[in-house]
């Protein structure tokens, strides 16, 4: 199941949440085929929204947004998944995942799947690496 406060977020922002087929080339596993342009897309998308906002715990319960200028490590993902999805890359490509950070805490990030294996665009590193290698 999905955590409480995404699905809250899909239903007062149904758009956000649809399903899209994105313009870029797919293989039957519906991974996107990573080029080094749409690598340096999620670079570049990574680093533009990490610098953006400002990180800020949510106070008086789980609230998910995209597009602001604070917020948790959800609000990074939401954000990040809306500018791939407007950049063309399929929703089927691009999932949520919540982790547990080496200091024990849940923690999203976005996970994005490609024929060079799942690629991770976290908020706590400008770095963009393959799931595999990150410390979770």
Known sequence: MPPFAYIKFCVEHRSACRETH?????DGNKRVNLGPPLMQQLILINAQVNGQIKPTSDRGGDHWSVGVSRGDCE????????????AGW???????AIVRTNWGEGHAVLVVRTSNGDMVLDNLTPKVRLLRDMPY
């Not at 994105?22 to 797919?26: A, E, I, P």
């Not at 990074?76 to 407007?86: E, F, G, I, N, W």
């Not at 399929?90 to 949520?96: G, K, Q």
């Open 75 to 86: 609000d990074y993902v939401l954000t990040k998944r809306a500018r791939l999805m407007a």
């Open 90 to 96: 399929p929703s089927s490509a691009l999932a949520i």
């Open 22 to 26: 994105g313009r870029l080339d797919q």
